[in-house]
């Protein structure tokens, strides 16, 4: 898999994209990360890459042409599956999605900055859009890097126990049931016996029992939504 990321601020995703899973994943080869300064293709001596909007709303807005420019160079060297503009207007992430993006081959993400990005970007470029919440952030970048980080972590190789990743929460529209490590007390705090009782069939039963009764209680939603 091959993710470009165009940004006006790329230093911000130096980190995320170099540690843990994601960078491990790189790494082994399993996925190419290419993170692209918009300003490449800024206008004039200045490079810029923002301007005032047409109506007089306060706040800059990234034009077109350098994203335009920057899109035709990469769709130049390889086909893409999608352009996704990371946006609060888009379809809220969840996991389906992040399941289906991980099947595909080569992506775009476009990180808007400032006010947003010119509408023709996204009626003639863009070809989904994706929220990761009900709020606003000062950038795509972080949400770039979250997105990214559900897709990388699903593809075969990226985790050392492939399997974790089937029992994430939201997998099967259910929050994970609780999880306990060493030592089984601590502090009077004890492991659940059945937890400990070396019997597969139990504890599967249990943690199919917690993870219902967990989503119950805290996000009753889900459950809604599965049917």
Known sequence: MR???????????ESPLS?????????????????????????????????????????????????????EELRAERDYDEVIYLSPDGELLNQGIANELSLKGNLIFLCGHYKGIDHRIREHLVTREISVGDYVVSGG????????????RLIPGALTDETSALSDSFQDSLLSP??????????GWKVPDVLLSGNPKLIRAWQDEQ??????ALRPQLLDESF
């Open 211 to 216: 993870a219902l009764e967990r989503t119950k």
């Open 19 to 71: 540690h843990s899973i994601v960078g491990r994943a790189i790494k082994k080869g399993l996925v190419d990360i290419q993170v692209h300064n918009l300003r490449k293709y800024g206008i004039g001596p200045r490079r810029n890459i923002d301007d005032y909007s047409y109506g007089g709303d306060a706040g800059m807005v990234l034009m077109v042409e350098p994203v335009y420019r920057m899109i």
């Open 178 to 187: 609780p999880v306990y490590t060493r030592p089984a007390e601590f502090n």
């Open 3 to 13: 993710i470009d990321i165009i940004s006006a601020v790329p230093e911000l995703l």
């Open 141 to 152: 970048e972080i949400p770039a890097a979250l997105l990214a980080d559900s897709i990388v």
